[in-house]
């Protein structure tokens, strides 16, 4: 189809235009922004400092704590959302009649958003817990990453069962008919028959729950704040605050930079098992 | 039989026990939302003796709700409205002009959907800062500065997700009416865009849930009290008063309410939608 280009610019220009000047340009200037030392006050000069900024990270003992702090979060996390977000995926999929009613009750969390959801357990963690004597989770650095994990866990359970849904519904019913009919028990039939049929949800479920909690922010900032002491403060509120409540301005841009370097490389790699996947199949 | 019966009306009512156990925080909040203070701490499960909507006054007074509420709607709905229309016409644009320039500009968007949002905010911050200043025009605590952030920000995906489906679509039917006189605007908005509806329902869907609980852009962007939107109202309501739990339950309720109705309301297509964004995105 032949189309002129004065339609192709009057078609594609308007958005072009507004993704340069919010992301692409931006992004440029951030890696600029990476190698200065800066106050973010516009009448204080940047000063050049090279790679110090990067080399500053691995001195940065609250930085590194929230880094590693990060990693297990998002490790157990990635378990348990899947985990119980196949669990309930199996259960609505059963013929039970109230099967639907609690894939829409199960659903529920993930659409209120991060930060209401947070404050909304907060009211459990603090308030609820000290009405029965379990004391506030939220002032102990241990139980308030349980808490994190927990919260993560309610909120991104459903999502994934979605998921789990869709890839169950397209395993073919003559299948299963053949493996009840040669007589394969239920763990059988789930371990050899249904798992396999699923591996491309799980491999979609795992990285979209593996960069969606390495980035958590929202139920960071509503559960706990960072605190006790930033013993819960992450990785994306490490580099909230290290710019905007330390004012280091061109150190929190390294700190971002090499954030999207992680993400990226988690990306690619589920990228790169996708494409194995497809070609295999 | 009758074994197999009574078990199964068993697994139903297991089902439906842990699915309100499930959602316990809501009723939690709900609940105590309507008591008075001292009733609260006596027991926080009981249901409350009496229906008492002092908290809600308070809490819709203080949190601003109805200004916060249209600043929100109006937000997601014209951020919405634009983003289906670019990047539907866009993504048209690039898959029926195969060239270079389509090539790399949507492999530019797409690629662009791996940088989080952290990595950017602080150049974005000062390059709207910057427009301002220099060339008059007000982006930063305004509605519109923020619409205009939500689209570049809205691109990638949806672009990419018309891009797919639009891919699948012949494009004889366009060539018909071409043939009939059709010109390039009308042929996209009276032949394409139609078709176009199941992809338009998913970027509504995933765009409403991420503009409408979005808290970080906005907490960035907005500082007059009037531009405020419901998270960031929800937010100043837990850091500038010293907590008052039933206030802020009350305020929790009157927040998720929006998202109860928008959820009965399109519940097929909330679920079609996320499934569909998870599975290509």
Not at chain 1, 134 to 147: C, F, H, Q, R, Y
Not at chain 1, 185 to 203: A, E, I, Q, Y
Not at chain 2, 177 to 203: E, H, Q, R, S, Y
Not at chain 2, 236 to 252: C, D, H, P, R, V
Request: charged residues 10%; aromatic residues 14%; proline residues 3%.
């Amino acid at each position: 189809m032949k189309i002129r280009k004065g339609w192709y610019a009057l078609f594609t220009f308007p958005l072009m235009f507004i993704f340069f000047v919010v992301v692409i340009i931006p992004f440029a200037i951030g890696i600029g922004f990476s190698f200065v030392e800066w106050d973010g006050l516009a009448k204080h000069a940047m000063s050049f400092v090279g790679f110090d900024n990067y080399l500053r990270v691995f001195t940065d003992a609250r930085f590194l704590q929230s880094a590693g702090r990060t990693t297990v979060y998002t490790l157990i996390s990635v378990v348990f959302v899947n985990v119980v977000g196949l669990i309930f995926a199996l259960i609505v999929t059963t013929k039970l009649k109230t099967a639907n009613i609690a894939r829409t009750m199960l659903f529920v969390p993930y659409l209120i958003g991060g930060l209401i959801l947070g404050y909304i357990w907060k009211s459990v963690f603090s308030e609820f817990f000290l009405s029965i004597d379990w004391g506030n989770w939220l002032t102990d650095k241990t139980k308030a990453m349980i808490a994190m994990i927990v919260v993560t866990t309610w909120q991104m359970a459903g999502y994934v069962m979605i998921v789990y849904i869709t890839g169950i519904m397209a395993i073919p019913d003559d299948v299963l008919e053949a493996a009840n009919v040669d007589g394969a028990s239920f763990l059988r039939t789930l371990f050899s028959v249904k798992f396999p049929l699923l591996m491309p949800s799980f491999t979609i479920c795992l990285f979209l729950t593996l960069s969606n909690c390495f980035k958590v922010y929202d139920v960071n900032i509503a559960l706990t704040g960072a605190g006790p002491n930033y013993q819960s403060e992450m990785f994306s509120l490490n580099i909230y605050n290290e710019i905007f409540d330390l004012s280091n301005f061109g150190y929190g841009q390294a700190k971002a930079i090499i954030f999207f370097l992680i993400i990226a490389v988690i990306t690619l790699i589920q990228v790169s098992i996708t494409k194995k996947r497809e070609v295999a199949m | 039989m009758k074994t197999a019966k009574t078990s199964k009306i068993f697994a139903n009512i297991a089902l439906m026990v842990f699915c309100l156990l499930y959602l316990f925080p809501i009723y939690l909040i709900l609940t105590n939302s309507f008591k008075s203070r001292s009733e609260m701490y006596e027991n926080m499960v009981a249901l409350p003796s009496k229906l008492s909507l002092k908290y809600y006054e308070s809490a819709l007074g203080k949190m601003n709700f109805a200004i916060s509420i249209k600043n929100s709607l109006i937000l997601t709905l014209v951020s919405i409205a634009i983003l289906v229309v670019l990047c539907s016409m866009t993504a048209w644009m690039f898959v029926r002009s195969k060239n270079k320039l389509s090539g790399a500009l949507f492999g530019i968007l797409v690629a662009t959907m791996l940088i989080p949002f952290q990595t950017i905010m602080m150049p974005l911050m000062q390059e709207m800062n910057w427009i301002g200043n220099h060339m008059g025009v007000k982006m930063t605590d305004t509605i519109p500065g923020l619409v205009f952030m939500y689209i570049g920000f809205g691109a990638g995906m949806g672009v990419f997700l018309y891009h797919g489906f639009i891919s699948s679509i012949p494009v004889s039917l366009e060539e018909a009416a071409i043939i009939d006189g059709c010109n390039t605007w009308g042929v996209f908005w009276k032949i394409v865009f139609p078709m176009l509806k199941p992809t338009t329902m998913t970027v509504i869907i995933l765009d409403v849930i991420w503009i409408w609980n979005d808290y970080l852009l906005p907490s960035l962007t907005l500082k007059a009290k009037a531009n405020r939107t419901i998270p960031i109202s929800t937010a100043k309501f837990f850091g500038q008063y010293t907590i008052s739990w039933n206030e802020a339950m009350a305020a929790l309720v009157v927040t998720i309410i929006p998202v109860a109705i928008f959820y009965l309301a399109c519940q097929k297509y909330i679920i079609k939608g996320v499934a569909a964004g998870a599975v290509k995105g």
